[in-house]
């Protein structure tokens, strides 16, 4: 089955860059996510990798390498706002499946501290 | 604003009750999923519907049964309610013609259910 591991909390300080990893193991990969989610709030895409390597968009950046079942999002010039859970989450098709599923990791919950 | 919209937001109730969750999905979205999110257990996929159709089933219980109508809005049907069910449940909505589309999810507010 699916497994994805991620820390469970993280601190960093108002300005800072902070790196939250994701590992997973799967078969039929067909892309990676990260989502936010504030607490109580619904997850907000974040960002997307199918191929290895980085994508960067403003102050967020997501990597991929998929031999090694990891990626990482990286967090620049970081702000109070940012304080929230950040949710990797894996697409991969099971075997004998006819859909896709994305399935997502427990989250890692980053403050953000002045 | 996702433009995914759940309804109720909220919703508390006993054990052994039945309650309905809404959710339309955002215009042009064929795709529905719902998720329940518990405090320990993070986002658990539950099942997936694609134009009217069951596509994909999670760790659905069997005391849960959902479908999605002709208009594409969707339904999640939660009977003999226990108390380990109070949780917040999650509807997304996506759009993925093909396997390099993006089709990321875009969630609703979510509906917190609490069983008491």
């Known amino acids: 089955g699916q497994n994805i591991d991620q820390p469970t909390e993280m601190t960093a300080t108002e300005g800072a860059i902070v790196q939250i990893n994701c590992t997973y193991q799967t078969s039929g990969f067909n892309g990676l996510f990260w989502y936010q989610q504030h607490a109580g709030e619904a997850p907000t895409f974040l960002s997307y990798?199918?191929?290895?390597g980085l994508e960067e968009k403003g102050r967020f950046s997501s990597f991929l390498s998929r031999s090694k079942g990891y990626s990482y999002l990286l967090l620049k010039e970081l702000q109070m706002k940012d304080s929230a859970s950040y949710l990797c989450?894996?697409?991969?098709?099971?075997?004998?499946?006819?859909?896709?599923?994305?399935?997502f990791g427990k989250g890692t919950k980053l403050s953000v501290i002045p | 604003d996702s433009g995914v919209t759940q309804t109720p937001k909220h919703l508390i109730t006993a054990t052994g009750q039945r309650v309905t969750l809404r959710c339309s999905p955002r215009s042009g979205d064929l795709s529905v999923y719902w998720y329940q999110q518990s405090l320990d257990q993070g986002l658990q996929f539950l099942i997936q519907y694609y134009n009217g159709e069951e596509r994909a089933k999670g760790n659905i219980l069997e005391r849960f049964s959902a479908q999605q109508f002709p208009d594409l809005h969707s339904e999640l049907n939660l009977s003999s309610l226990e108390l380990g069910d109070s949780a917040l449940y999650f509807c997304?909505?996506?759009?993925?013609?093909?396997?390099?589309?993006?089709?990321?999810?875009?969630f609703g507010e979510g509906s917190r259910l609490t069983v008491l």
């Open positions: 997304a909505s996506s759009v993925k013609t093909h396997d390099r589309a993006r089709g990321e999810l875009f």
């Open positions: 989450a894996v697409r991969d098709r099971r075997r004998g499946a006819g859909s896709y599923q994305l399935t």
């Open positions: 990798n199918v191929l290895d």
